[in-house]
């Protein structure tokens, strides 16, 4: 590998970041100016701006990023280009999470903007666990137990949030649902705020943890003669996916495929260095996020589309292009 | 010089002991075969000589030191284990193989690429260097890793332990000699080689020090020419064999001639 292709991609990554986020802050029902946009006060452009517009571009791009870079490092965690953060059950612990703290913990979440992604945390962290314990047998985790697992967890989570709405009262049905829509709409900068710390920590963590990541690619037991932190290590990026996914899962619904597709677009430009696709998959899960939001908002216009509908229509088809493509890659 | 030593070694596999009271030492600078027939235990064996399993009884030391006491960080930069099959999912690429090896060894940047490259001509695998992993054959997988453990052994190889578990198991004649003499130079420079074979004929022509191991525990350590005799062979693998000298070198040349049956029960 040419050691300037990461360099590129990442050029090119920034670019399309950049892109993404300026059409999503020119998207919407409201004509925003360009003196608006740097700095106009009073007018309603610029409160629209300040106010919607930007946080909800900030927050699709924490997001999507959240969830690249965690379907990155847990599909080089459990060495399968499969894992994705919704498949193997992390993002229905958060739902199930979240959902719990909307019914159980009503005038928690009303003190602190805090409380919701840290229920969704926890329940995405129980869920990491449970399926990880699931699969693993004699230290290795078996990767067709693995999925089946997340299969099971997910179908448990669903119920959970099923029999949770079924006993819940009108006000926190109405929270249930508004939290359900999953979309980005209303998002404002208390969400961007209450997200931020979570995402950063865990983004950080797992990049640090890239070189671990590459050992571990080849097995738990390679990359313990080759002297990774092997149990520290899978700890580590099993609490900071379950962060990420559920600082994202809080706000944004379950979103699919993100966490799938980014790490394989990487991967197909990069290789499979934990390093660059790491980074390269939260800018990919950022800029899909964003630019889906995008879509959302002009599909039908002036009514906004929910976004996880807009990733998996686009995302259901490109997965499968790229099963197509990488047949003979062993993807 | 450190040795490694077996104490009274016993080894379970799923609760069933495999291998019981195994004292054994394999001074530095030798190259020890382990063979044996399949499930008697050769693999964990090696898994537990290298620290990566607990025994069930007794210890391993090295340089007088159990092995379980040795830092984990400090023993990867003095063990090297190439296991039978590593599996990798990733498109890695070949070169980026061997690149783990010479990062585990501690070597970073452009220090690590070129001990990288190193190891990859050591391992006659340079062309390879920009393929993809999932691509090659089976023998050109097991020489990228081979590849990937000469670059984590680094240059320094005294003091050092190398564990190859079947190393040659999908290796073409040329290879396996290749790499069972290019480990046979690492004993030689000073470090302590732990191999499991199959090969009969390549143990006696490589290994110093030869460990048969059957159902239940050791059957015989020493010397091939003198571990390798007919009864000892027929025994432990249940078939006819003679040895005779080998033609050029005078050696013990094992000849199969068939499965011995199995005695009708009752």
């Known amino acids: 590998m040419s050691p300037s ?59 999507g990023g959240a969830l690249g870079i965690c379907g990155a490092a847990l599909q080089g965690l459990f060495r399968n280009p499969l894992a994705d953060p919704a498949l193997v059950g992390v993002s229905g612990g958060a739902s199930l999470g979240a959902v719990g703290g909307i019914v159980f913990a009503g005038p928690l979440l009303g003190a602190s903007s805090y409380a919701l992604p840290v229920c969704a945390f ?23 137990t693995l999925l089946l697992a997340g299969i099971a ?29 999953g979309s980005l709409a209303g998002t404002g900068w208390h969400s961007v705020f209450s997200s931020l710390p979570f995402v950063v920590l865990s983004t950080v963590l797992l990049i640090w943890r890239g070189r671990t990541l590459n050992a571990l690619s080849l097995g738990e037991s390679d990359a313990w003669h080759m002297g990774a932190p092997v149990e520290s290590a899978k700890r580590s990026i099993l609490v900071a996916s379950a962060l990420a996914v559920g600082a994202s899962t809080a706000f944004t619904g379950t979103i699919g495929f993100i966490g799938l597709v980014a790490p394989h677009v990487v991967r197909i430009f990069c290789g499979a260095d934990h390093r660059v696709v790491l980074p390269a998959s939260f800018l990919v899960g950022g800029c899909l996020l964003t630019g889906a939001d995008v879509l959302a908002r002009i599909a039908r216009a002036p009514a906004e589309v929910p976004v996880g509908i807009v990733v998996a229509t686009i995302g259901a088809p490109f997965f499968v292009a790229l099963l197509m493509r990488g047949k003979g890659q062993g993807m | 010089m450190n040795t490694l030593a077996a104490e009274n070694l016993s080894l379970s596999r799923d609760g069933r002991t495999v291998v019981g009271g195994l004292n054994f030492s ?80 501690g070597h970073r940047g452009r220090a690590a690429r070129e001990r990288a490259a190193a190891a990859l001509e050591m391992a006659g695998v340079s062309h390879l260097g920009s393929r993809m992993m999932s691509k090659l054959s089976g023998g050109e997988q097991q020489r990228v890793h081979w590849a990937r453990v000469l670059a984590q052994l680094d240059e320094q190889t005294e003091d050092r332990l190398v564990f190859l578990d079947e190393p040659v198991s999908s290796l073409d004649l040329a290879h396996q000699h290749e790499l069972l003499a290019r480990a046979r130079r690492l004993a030689k420079a000073g470090a302590t080689v732990v191999a499991v074979l199959h090969d009969l004929n390549l143990a006696a022509r490589y290994a110093d020090e030869l460990l048969l191991l059957n159902d239940g525990g050791m059957q015989s350590h020493g010397a091939p020419a003198q571990v390798l005799e007919p009864e000892t062979i027929s025994r432990v693998f249940q078939v006819s064999a003679q040895v005779i000298a080998h033609p050029t070198d005078g050696g013990p040349l094992v000849v199969v001639k068939d499965r011995i049956p199995n005695e009708p029960a009752e």
């Open chain 1, 122 to 144: 926890l329940g995405a962290l129980a869920a990491t666990f449970l399926v990880q314990a699931i699969a693993s047998q004699n230290g290795r985790v078996l990767v067709s």
């Open chain 1, 153 to 181: 967890v997910n179908a448990l989570t669903g119920a959970g949030i099923g029999w949770m709405v079924y006993g819940a009262n009108d006000s926190q049905l109405r929270d249930f649902t508004f939290w359900s829509l």
């Open chain 1, 5 to 63: 292709r990461p360099a590129i991609l990442f050029f090119f990554l920034i670019l399309a970041s950049v892109a993404v986020t300026f059409v999503s802050l020119r998207t919407g029902a409201v004509e925003v100016t360009w003196a608006e946009m740097l700095g106009g006060e009073g007018s309603t452009g610029a409160r629209v701006f300040r106010v919607m517009r930007v946080p909800r571009a900030l927050m699709g791009f924490l997001c």
């Open chain 2, 26 to 105: 394999v001074p530095p600078g030798s190259l020890l075969v382990v063979a044996g027939p399949n499930g008697a235990g050769k693999s964990t064996l090696l898994r537990v000589l290298s620290g990566e399993l607990p025994p069930s009884q007794g210890r391993v030391l090295f340089g007088g030191r159990d092995i379980a006491s040795i830092p984990h960080r400090e023993l990867a930069r003095r063990r090297v284990f190439l296991a039978q099959q590593s599996e990798c999912r990733l498109p890695f690429l070949a070169c980026e193989m061997a690149l783990l090896g010479a990062e585990a060894a």
